[in-house]
């Protein structure tokens, strides 16, 4: 016995035929060229990390199209393959360029090119990827005081060119270290301008780095650069610190790249912007040096502490000495006042 076939036929006439053709020619948009659609940013700022340097470009040209200015950038290296971390912020501003993946003639004519047209160094970074240096860096063509910068300098030769710039009136607002093969080298801008009292460290292991933080922000120093770099499986820190006013900030430094996203979703979380993020290759799987601020504000809190934060030099030291201080732990104090992130 046959089981007869119901068949149903849906009569459409020409309008009703173009519509469905345009709604399935939506759908087919929609499911196949929508993922290809660079994303739309509506914060006033922007941070990536883990960007290979395609990626980076590609973010780079998009943002850029949407309006915001490159403000930091780092490269570094994870399993002998370029990374790069960097921040933009929805600004505008005087005109400026930015490069990255330079070899050091690269960068020398990049940067002979720049400066002839007027602009300044504001950032640069230097990075080992397999055996070769590589260089980062951010120019604006802005008015301002002399300045002077520098690449390539070993330890020694960097203290030489830095004791001479200071004694000719210059501070220091810049800094890099990066690997070259079993030794460091160093990359820095010198500004000549005065302002307030202010003090560089380099060549600092992560407990001799939290050491001098430690020693500096009770002075009411504030962390304006820090640059973390692995020579030899060792990771070393350069840093500035300025003794000045400003808003509430967090700074770590050590994060492994796997507990990053992790660590900058919480702090952000809090009402903190990023300022600077460094990345470094520590085991080779990439480690970050990172900085926050919390606009409008004078005091930061972090790691559950309540109140206004005022605490006497008494309550610092109980504090610090029943505190774990490891690389993801940090202090600042601002106008007396002390936050305690972990």
Known sequence: MSIPRMVMFLRMDSRQIASLRTLLELLFIIVFFLPMVPPLYAQD????????????????????????????????????????????????????????????????QEFNNLVGQGYRLTRINGYEVGGIVYFAAIWENKLGPAWEARYGLTSSEYQQEFNNLIGQGYRLIWVSGYSQGTEARYAAIWDKTTGSAWEARHGLTSPEYQQEFNNLVIEDYRLTCVSGYTVSGQDYYAAIWEQTDGPGWVARHGILAADYQVVFDQIVSQGYVPVQVDGYSGDGSGRFAATWVLPGTSCWLAGGLDGDCDVDGSDLALLVANTDLWDLSVFAVNFGKLANSQ
């Open 45 to 108: 700022w922007v941070a990536l990390h883990g960007l290979t340097s395609s990626e980076f470009q590609q973010e780079f040209n998009n943002l850029v199209g949407q309006g915001y200015r490159l403000k930091d950038l780092s490269g570094y290296a994870v399993d002998n393959s370029a990374r790069y971390a960097a921040i933009w912020d929805k600004t505008t501003g005087s005109a400026w360029e930015a490069r990255h993946g330079l070899t050091s003639s690269e960068y020398q």
